[in-house]
């Protein structure tokens, strides 16, 4: 017996494929993504009126938050242990009194970052600066010429 097997064939439907947009320059694109993001922001904006109150949203209005005393910097530690101090003292001698004032630091060499912070308020403020430098690596708290009395 001779049988013939033959494939079955569809036939597609004639798709018209969508016509492609021109393709656009990346400055083109940017222009254009600015332009929607500005369209999108003004559609949100909404025009507060001064003076008016805000709308209800039925939620109980919350109680302030309890604010966390300021930390003291290093420098203003280091200015309290040189003024407690009465004398010279280097940048080693500063920064371990003022991590036992309380002083947190999580660096590896607190004297350096208190050494350049100390020398950096020194060239920046200059007579107006609170420390002084005494001799070589020692440093003295600078007078007070009675201004805040």
Known sequence: MNTKTTKKTTKK????????KPRMSKSAARAEGAQRTKAV?????????VGAARPAT???????KERKPKRVSGLDLAAMVLADAGEPLN???IAER???AGWKTTGKTPEATLYAAI??????????ARFRKSDRGLFAAAPTSGKGA
């Open 13 to 20: 439907a004639a798709r018209k494929p969508a016509p492609k």
């Open 41 to 49: 922001q003004t559609a949100k904006a909404k025009p507060a009126s």
């Open 58 to 64: 039925g939620k109980a209005a919350k109680a302030p």
């Open 91 to 93: 940048a080693k001698t």
């Open 98 to 100: 003022a991590i036992a």
């Open 119 to 128: 020398i950096r308020e020194i060239a920046k403020k200059g007579a107006e």
